[in-house]
Structure formats: C-alpha cells, structure tokens
Nanobody, 127 residues
Framework: QVQLVESGGGLVQAGGSLRLSCAAS????????MAWFRQALGKEREFVAS????????NYADSVQGRFTISRDNAKNTMYLQMNSLEPEDTAIYYC????????????????????WGQGTQVTVSS
C-alpha cells in the first residue's frame, strides 16, 4: 500500500491557475499508475487525468483536455496536476489515486480500479 497526500488546493478566480501535488510514501512510487479524480458537491466522483508509471502515457477527461496537465517525478515520489484557465465548474475536491501495476501501460480511468487514495484537497473557482 502507498500513502498519498494531496496539497495545493485553494480559492482562485476564474481564468486563474493552480498546481496540485500528490506526495507518495510507503511503497515504490514508480510501480504505480496514478490518476486524479474530483468530486463536486452532490455529484459523483469523476475522472480527471491519469499517467502511467514511467510517464509514457497520459489520459485526460474531455472537460479538462488542453487546460490541465498531469505529470510525475518518480525521483521525488510526487505527482502533479497543473490546472490553467480554471472555470467555476472545476470546483471540487480533488483526489489522487494509485494502482500498482507490473508493466508500463495506459493508466486506468475508472475509480474502482484504484486501491490507494489520498484524503483530497479542495479547489474552489470563483466567477
């Protein structure tokens, strides 16, 4: 099991930017496919972006494509989500998740596949 801690959330005006971080500890980070999910108040948790263990493959939800960038630094055991051109609809709690995988390949986009989750960080975008 890997322990995950998100940081970097906050309040920002529409059009602004934030960078979220997800720090991992407890297991070898580089064997985990990673992802960001978010959950807005009263809504289901939804996929945002995922990245393979060696960063070769990334996936994005259509709603964030071109505005958000997922990345990771295995030497620092940390994953990032750079969020630009933020919109009020991006307001949610953002969670990072990890899935231990044997080989490099596209990271899952389904939440139920992920075993390890952080506690979440709130992102609020004002209009």
């Amino acid at each position: 099991q890997v322990q995950l801690v998100e940081s970097g959330g906050g309040l920002v005006q529409a059009g602004g930017s934030l960078r979220l971080s997800c720090a991992a500890s407890g297991r070898t980070f580089s064997v985990y496919a990673m992802a960001w999910f978010r959950q807005a108040l009263g809504k289901e948790r939804e996929f945002v972006a995922s990245i393979s263990r060696n960063s070769r493959y990334t996936n994005y939800a259509d709603s964030v494509q071109g505005r958000f960038t997922i990345s990771r630094d295995n030497a620092k055991n940390t994953m990032y989500l750079q969020m630009n051109s933020l919109e009020p609809e991006d307001t949610a709690i953002y969670y990072c998740a990890g899935d231990r995988v044997r080989v490099e390949g596209r990271a899952p986009i389904v939440a139920s596949v992920y075993d390890d989750w952080g506690q979440g960080t709130q992102v609020t975008v004002s209009s």
